[in-house]
């Protein structure tokens, strides 16, 4: 492993950090392969770690963790802003000095008996011109593995951090051991969880959770929340989308970003396989877009993360047969089952549970009960780089360029299949308005119906009638913007069935949206955005065009009226502009 010299600003941060939290050693990472292979060795000594079969699944593992730290939790996430009203009411406020207070008494002494790591990281292709720095400094080896994975770490990398400002990111699972006392396998300290953004200075500190969102802080906490204020402040967008190509039967590519909420098939889209003969679609990310203006007014996106932590249950060859190509090796896993030749499962690999599961709780499974044996947050970190389908300029430092962007939500009624928007105040309006059912990715209750403005609401860190306005003035900036189209997989009809087939069959509404921006299919207009005419859309022959497409005066009035009322919540801040949006498409439903 490289003695690694660190910037001053770097060391610096370091002392400090040593100082507060009184670790027994520093260990400043590298990226280099031996230092992987020790990080794991350790991890599996302490028992978080258990190695997968190797001839199932070469250099993997799976890690169960505390069952009280099982998914991001919004409740106790924090945006520290001077001014409680730039965090806005869609965000937890809290003083910046009393919160920092708080966290110093927590930090103090925390990492005793722990070896502090400090993970120098690149979010983008080290030498694009849109990637960025961050640091995080954590007493969790689970956590440096998987930013492995999830970031760009290498020597040269981390020689440079602290040459420009950087992000910082303090994380402690909270649990400081004391001499001769044992680890247990999954640390954490959730009675005093924080998770606390500075976003004015561009820190970050995060206490007592080990896991996915709440401790890898190159994601969410750095890449959305901290990364939303300073694309507000810089003329750019930092948003939950995956980024893919997507290529036609005559070899025509084009490139698009969607936003879902959490848990809502980012990742199957990401990779799908198409369905449609001569149609392709290429992964460039699953999770996260920053997206840029370039000289000549074209809108480029780069995906800022280096591998996918995905949520398990559900995926299947059915579902996702790149995904599973994805996990075949090198890879974590968390809270799946384990099968008793020592590989993974979760609900929906395969139709029937094999024999002798033991479930994420490290129980043997039973199929009569109804405790899954995975658990519904479970998670893979995978190396994007070991996806099929990935596309040729994944890591591209100047990014691609994006010709549409779609938004989606869980939704089982009202809302169709595809609609695209008629101008770009409609299409923010679109974003605005995105609704969806909750998933078990946050704590909570699952399948409440709750608005969810482009799929931003946990990871906005400022206040969202500003991140509605940042979007309107974006529009201003170009003369080629993308089209813009929102998307409903979740459809239900009489039977309670799902009317739309989704997965694979998705390409036929991505290859409508790429022959309109091509100017090759007719839609109709109506108040909502154009809608596909039953001919430019290839249906599968099951279908049922008025299913997928319900035109329900009644219900768009109850959702127009909702939303007026949340519009509301956003006091002076929301524009005029979705005002008047939501006024004329009222005013065209001929609604009351
Ligand atoms: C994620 C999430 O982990 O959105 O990507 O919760
Ligand atoms: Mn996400």
Same mark, same amino acid.
């Given at each position: 492993m490289a003695q690694i010299t660190v910037t001053e600003a770097l060391r610096t941060w370091i002392q400090e950090v040593q100082s507060l939290t009184e670790p027994d050693s520093v260990h400043i990472v590298d990226g280099s392969k031996e230092e992987e292979e020790l990080l794991l060795q350790r991890l599996v000594e302490n028992k978080t770690f258990m190695p997968l079969n190797p001839q199932k699944r070469p250099h993997s593992f799976l890690a169960c963790s505390n069952p009280d730290d099982v998914a991001r939790v919004e409740g106790k996430t924090f945006i520290c802003c001077a001014n409680e009203a730039d965090a806005g009411p869609t965000n937890h406020w809290h003083d910046p000095a009393t919160m920092k207070t708080k966290l110093e008494h927590l930090f103090k002494?925390?990492?005793?008996?722990r070896i502090m790591y400090v993970v120098p990281y690149c979010m983008g292709p080290a030498d694009s011109p849109y990637a960025q720095i961050g640091v995080e400094i954590t007493d969790s080896p689970y956590v440096v593995i998987n930013l492995k994975i999830m970031a760009r770490i290498n020597e040269s990398i981390s020689k440079r951090a602290g040459e420009k400002p950087f992000v910082k990111a303090l994380h402690s699972v909270g649990v400081p051991l004391s001499e001769k006392q044992d680890d247990c396998s999954w640390p954490c300290n959730t009675k005093e969880l924080v998770i606390a953004h500075f976003p004015e200075i561009e820190e970050i500190w995060s206490f007592g959770s080990g896991y996915g969102g709440n401790a890898l802080l190159s994601k969410k906490c750095f890449a959305l929340r901290i990364a939303s204020w300073m694309a507000r402040d810089n003329g750019w967008f930092a948003e939950h989308m995956l980024i893919i190509s997507v290529t036609n039967p005559k070899g025509e590519k084009l490139y698009m970003t969607a936003a879902f909420p959490s848990a809502c098939g980012k990742t199957n889209l990401a990779m799908l396989e198409s369905q449609l003969p001569g149609w392709k679609v290429e992964c460039v990310g699953d999770d996260i877009a920053w997206m840029f203006w370039d000289e000549h007014g074209t809108l480029r996106a780069i995906n800022?993360?280096?591998g996918c932590f995905g949520v398990a249950p559900g995926t299947s060859s059915k579902t996702n047969k790149h995904g599973i190509e994805l996990l075949q090796k090198n890879c974590i896993f968390t809270n799946v089952a384990r099968t008793k030749e020592n590989d993974v499962w979760w609900e929906g690999l395969t139709d029937q549970p094999p024999h002798g599961l033991t479930t994420w709780k490290q129980q043997p499974y039973d199929p009569k009960s109804a405790e899954p044996a995975a658990h519904p947050n479970a998670r893979f970190t995978a190396p +994007?780089?070991? &996806?099929?389908?990935?596309?040729?300029?994944?890591?591209?430092?100047?990014g691609v360029p994006i010709s549409a962007i779609i938004f989606g939500g869980r939704r089982s009624s009202t809302i169709p299949l595809i609609r695209q928007a008629k101008s770009w105040r409609q299409a923010v309006f679109f974003g605005a308005s995105m609704t969806s059912a909750t998933t078990a990715a946050a704590k909570g209750a699952v399948g409440k119906v709750r608005h969810d403005p482009f799929a931003m +609401?946990?990871? &906005?860190?400022?206040h969202m009638g500003d991140y509605f306005q940042h979007w309107l003035s974006m529009g201003?900036?170009?003369?080629q913007l993308p089209s813009v189209f929102y998307v409903n997989w979740f459809l239900k009809n009489q039977e309670d069935r799902f009317s739309w087939p989704g997965f694979g069959e998705n390409i036929r509404v991505l290859a409508w949206i790429f022959d309109r921006i091509k100017g090759r299919a007719k839609a109709t207009s109506t108040p909502v955005g154009y809608i596909p005419d039953p001919s430019s859309l290839r249906l599968p022959s099951h279908t049922n065009y008025d299913e997928l497409f319900p035109c329900d005066t009644q219900a768009w009035n109850d959702e127009l009226n909702d939303l007026e009322s949340y519009f509301s919540t956003?006091?002076?801040?929301?524009?005029h502009e979705l005002t008047e949006e939501l006024a004329m498409i009222r005013t065209g439903l001929s609604c009351p």
């Open positions: 002494g925390c990492m005793r008996g800022p993360e280096f +994007l780089y070991q &996806c099929p389908s990935l596309d040729s300029a994944w890591n591209d430092p100047q +609401l946990p990871f &906005c860190g400022y201003t900036q170009s003369q956003f006091g002076e801040r929301l524009p």
